[in-house]
């Protein structure tokens, strides 16, 4: 079992708000980034650290953190945000990485 | 451009080993952390371990610990990870991730290698 617990499935109209939550322990300590992946394809990075973004993510993709909750929000959904969703962080011990079981994002 | 090429697929019999390479171009090797991810098929992404391409040490996951080797060779920029002992349960698609800037967040992914083990 991970440590980093996420729901397994979301779904969003088209043009709506969306989150999408990480839970775990080490979340108090650490931040999550968060990756996005699409059928047969490697995952990309679209969130990480306090809440950056790298070049090329579209900004309505943000991320916050409280407590032992990590969360990415999509503001405005659109159809290409289809996808599965990853949460990656340390693990209690800190010396370790582990993801989030993962989030199927639909949008409708 | 900074890119992570990665060997062609794999099929392994139980008990084998399987070596995946993984070739860094576009940046300074040395200057950014290594992981190995690999997802089974239609499963979760799972963490295997890191390496430091500057010095060599490595840090694994614990359910491998004893059967999976990360390995780097500096004059050709290239990461390996060796797996032994395969089992059906290793079959899944392996990736190599650079650590960014940031730190703690993989920046940029291989295109991943399909590992096979059956008998």
């Known amino acids: 079992s991970s440590e980093l617990t996420q729901d397994p499935a979301v779904s969003v109209a088209l043009g709506q708000t969306v989150r999408i939550t990480c839970q775990g322990d080490?979340?108090?300590?650490?931040?999550a980034s968060w990756y996005q992946q699409k059928p047969g394809q490697a995952p990309v990075l679209v969130i990480y650290g306090k809440n950056n973004r790298p070049s090329g993510i579209p900004d309505r993709f943000s991320g916050s953190s409280s407590g032992n909750t990590a969360s990415l929000t999509i503001t405005g959904a659109q159809a290409e945000d289809e996808a599965d969703y990853y949460c990656n962080s340390r693990d209690s011990s800190g010396k370790r990485m582990v993801f989030g079981g993962g989030t199927k994002l639909t949008v409708l | 451009q900074v890119q992570l090429v990665q060997s062609g697929a794999e099929v392994k019999k139980p008990g084998a080993s399987v070596k995946v390479s993984c070739k860094a171009s576009g940046y300074t090797f040395t200057s950014y952390y290594m992981h190995w991810v690999r997802q089974a098929p239609g499963q979760g992404l799972e963490w295997m371990g890191i390496i430091n391409p500057s010095g060599g040490s490595t840090s694994y996951a614990q359910k491998l610990q004893g059967r999976v080797t990360m390995t780097r060779d500096t004059s050709t920029s290239t990461v390996y990870m060796e797996l032994s002992s395969l089992r059906s349960e290793d079959t899944a698609v392996y990736y190599c991730?650079?650590?960014?800037?940031?730190?703690?967040?993989?920046?940029?992914w291989g295109q991943g290698t399909m590992v096979t083990v059956s008998s």
């Open positions: 080490s979340l108090r300590s650490y931040y």
């Open positions: 991730a650079r650590e960014g800037v940031g730190g703690d967040a993989f920046d940029i």
